[in-house]
């Protein structure tokens, strides 16, 4: 028998993840008729993701988030609740599908269909698709966007994380907990949402609108686009963040990544505008814009010429 050569820290560590995995297993044994665990996918702030499989051994993903009293009773519940909602959706829209959503012992649940190709957020990490491929994926979530709109909801949480792809880079939205319905008053208290990724208007408390996923989408694009933030101050912490996206200065999308086209930039600077007039509200121009940014066809807004581009015009003019 040959001694163990961990350390004792990676000891203490595997017997944590083997005593998480058999607390696990066994809550997951009580939803759904019974449901394998599989793996973990990863974990976030507010519960950690898992694959499993049913009885029937189709895989599936759970996310669990146990009760804890540094957050309040109702968010979990306002979760589920906002889960729920988007089995109305799913079936129509490239909405991520929610199979059942409760809560279990001290644990609060969202069991939905499993995607393997991950988070968007992956997508960053790795950086290996074409500025072409990445321009399709921001096309794909603008038409859902454009399509929740249609049905009187705002997501309010747009980031890539939230964003998961198919085996065929389709994207598709997920975790809609602070979507808002028809919206119509101000949200109390502090600031919903993830601040990097609010408008100023959200930041700022605001009545939601589908302006704010714009905003959102803007942002999202841009770090697609450039694996880095729009704002050109780096905040220390939440409410530098807010002051940022209130009042902090955007650098220009091809100063960050030269292979963006002026086309692209205009759309994603419309995007990231803070006048809401001169804001895009329809999501579906942005799609039809982006898809024509990178197949040579005009777009539907101004955008800066470069100068080759101005003297072929010229002489084809003459």
Same mark, same amino acid.
């Given at each position: &028998?040959?001694?163990?050569?961990?350390?004792?820290?990676?000891?203490?560590?595997?017997?944590?993840? &083997?005593?998480?995995?058999?607390?696990?297993?066994?809550?997951?044994?009580?939803?759904?008729?019974?449901?394998?665990?599989?793996?973990?996918?990863?974990?976030?702030?507010?519960?950690?993701?898992?694959?499993?499989?049913?009885?029937?051994?189709?895989?599936?993903?759970?996310?669990?988030?146990q009760?804890?009293? &540094?957050?309040?009773?109702?968010?979990?519940?306002?979760?589920?609740? *906002? *889960?729920?909602?988007?089995?109305s959706? +799913?079936?129509?829209?490239?909405?991520?599908?929610?199979?059942?959503?409760?809560?279990?012992?001290?644990?609060?649940?969202?069991?939905?269909?499993? /995607?393997?190709?991950?988070?968007?957020?992956?997508?960053?990490?790795?950086?290996?698709? %074409?500025i072409?491929? =990445?321009?399709?994926?921001?096309?794909?979530? *603008?038409?859902?966007?454009?399509?929740?709109? +249609?049905?009187?909801?705002?997501?309010?949480?747009?980031?890539? %994380?939230?964003?998961?792809?198919?085996?065929?880079?389709?994207?598709?939205?997920?975790? /809609?907990?602070?979507?808002?319905?028809?919206?119509?008053?101000?949200?109390?208290?502090?600031?919903?949402?993830?601040p990097?990724?609010?408008s100023?208007?959200?930041?700022?408390?605001?009545?939601?609108?589908?302006?704010?996923d714009?905003?959102?989408?803007?942002?999202?694009?841009?770090?697609?686009?450039?694996?880095?933030?729009?704002?050109?101050?780096?905040?220390?912490? !939440?409410?530098?963040?807010?002051?940022?996206?209130?009042?902090?200065?955007?650098?220009?999308? +091809?100063?960050?990544?030269?292979?963006i086209?002026?086309?692209?930039? *205009?759309? !994603?600077?419309?995007?990231? %505008?803070?006048?809401?007039?001169?804001?895009?509200?329809?999501?579906?121009?942005?799609? +039809?814009?982006?898809?024509?940014?990178?197949?040579?066809?005009?777009?539907?807004?101004?955008?800066?010429? %470069?100068?080759?581009? =101005?003297?072929?015009?010229?002489?084809?003019?003459?």
């Amino acid at each position: &028998m040959t001694a163990d050569s961990r350390n004792p820290a990676e000891k203490s560590m595997n017997q944590n993840d &083997m005593e998480e995995n058999a607390i696990v297993a066994a809550l997951l044994s009580g939803i759904e008729g019974g449901l394998e665990l599989v793996r973990t996918i990863g974990k976030g702030s507010l519960g950690t993701v898992y694959e499993c499989a049913d009885k029937n051994g189709t895989p599936l993903a759970v996310k669990l988030m146990q009760g804890s009293p &540094m957050i309040e009773p109702d968010t979990f519940e306002n979760i589920i609740t *906002a *889960a729920l909602k988007t089995r109305s959706i +799913s079936e129509t829209t490239r909405v991520v599908k929610v199979i059942s959503a409760g809560k279990i012992e001290n644990f609060y649940y969202i069991l939905m269909e499993l /995607f393997k190709g991950g988070t968007l957020e992956a997508v960053l990490a790795k950086n290996n698709l %074409s500025i072409k491929d =990445k321009v399709r994926i921001g096309a794909e979530i *603008a038409k859902t966007l454009a399509d929740i709109h +249609s049905k009187g909801i705002v997501h309010n949480d747009l980031k890539p %994380s939230n964003v998961l792809l198919d085996k065929d880079n389709v994207p598709y939205l997920n975790d /809609f907990y602070l979507f808002v319905s028809r919206p119509s008053k101000p949200f109390s208290g502090m600031p919903q949402g993830t601040p990097y990724y609010m408008s100023p208007e959200q930041a700022s408390g605001q009545i939601p609108a589908v302006t704010n996923d714009s905003y959102s989408f803007g942002v999202l694009l841009y770090e697609l686009l450039t694996n880095s933030m729009p704002y050109r101050e780096h905040p220390r912490n !939440i409410t530098e963040m807010i002051h940022v996206v209130t009042e902090g200065k955007i650098v220009r999308p +091809s100063k960050k990544n030269s292979a963006i086209n002026a086309k692209i930039e *205009a759309i !994603i600077l419309k995007l990231l %505008s803070r006048d809401l007039e001169t804001r895009y509200r329809d999501m579906n121009v942005v799609a +039809s814009d982006l898809l024509a940014s990178i197949s040579g066809k005009q777009i539907s807004i101004p955008y800066r010429k %470069s100068m080759l581009s =101005k003297v072929f015009t010229f002489f084809g003019s003459n």
